[in-house]
């Protein structure tokens, strides 16, 4: 089982809709949680972060964590055909390394 | 703003050649690190420095070194390159405190004939 999986998509929704996409991870001791967006090309970009269970939400988007059932997800609403990318799921393990484990990303199409 | 940078954009070398990739950081983040990205293998990490002159590896670290002598300053080093080092390589830097939320440079892909 890899510790952070994601479906690698593409998952395509129409301009307006809602965009969900999903992380499962193996390590209960993980602690921080991250979505990264990358164009294509382009290296990854800071989305959003998440510690502690619930709901975060900042402009459009909205993480989700569940630690009991080790997912963590991200919401786009009203996606925009430039939320088209690559999303990467990331997670800090309990050890004190600094390391990030990644998933290997889902594909958004937003098409217009 | 955090910037992480990177010394080259683009970088065309031949096999069995010395390659030194460059990557700066100023934020005075204690953590730095080394991805290659290739497609439909995700993320590696190839190795990552906690603290000055401390490196550790990644998980593909052969063929690879670092160094780090100073703190805003991580290098990767391809000893001998090899066609299959051809790919996308990513540094990052992190603050070192607690939630570790890592900052990318924009990357050198890097083509070895």
């Known amino acids: 089982q890899k510790e952070v999986e994601q479906n690698s998509g593409p998952l395509s929704v129409p301009e307006g809709a809602i965009a969900s996409l999903n992380c499962t991870y193996s390590?209960?001791?993980?602690?921080?949680f991250f979505w990264y967006r990358q164009y294509s090309g382009k290296s990854p970009e800071l989305i959003m972060f998440?510690?502690?269970?619930g709901d975060k939400e900042d402009g459009r988007f909205t993480a989700q964590l569940n630690k009991a059932s080790q997912y963590v997800s991200l919401l786009i609403r009203d996606s925009q055909p430039s939320d088209s990318a690559t999303y990467l799921c990331?997670?800090?393990?309990?050890?004190?390394?600094?390391?990030?484990?990644f998933g290997q990303g889902t594909t958004l199409q937003v098409k217009p | 703003d955090v910037k992480v940078t990177q010394s080259s954009r683009y970088l065309v070398k031949r096999t069995g050649e010395k390659v030194f990739l460059e990557c700066v950081q100023d934020?005075?983040?204690?953590?730095m690190f080394w991805y290659r990205q290739d497609p439909g293998l995700g993320l590696r990490l190839i190795y990552f420095?906690?603290?000055?002159?401390?490196?550790e590896k990644g998980d593909i670290p052969e063929g690879y070194s670092v160094s780090r002598e100073k703190k805003e300053r991580f290098s990767l080093i391809l000893e001998s390159a090899s066609t299959n080092q051809t790919s996308m390589y990513l540094c990052a830097s992190s603050s070192g405190q607690g939630r570790e939320t890592q900052y990318f440079g924009p990357g050198t892909r890097l083509l070895v004939l």
């Open positions: 934020m005075d983040h204690e953590n």
């Open positions: 420095s906690y603290d000055v002159k401390m490196k």
């Open positions: 390590d209960r001791g993980s602690q921080s």
């Open positions: 990331a997670i800090k393990g309990p050890s004190n390394t600094g390391k990030l484990i």
């Open positions: 998440i510690y502690s269970n």
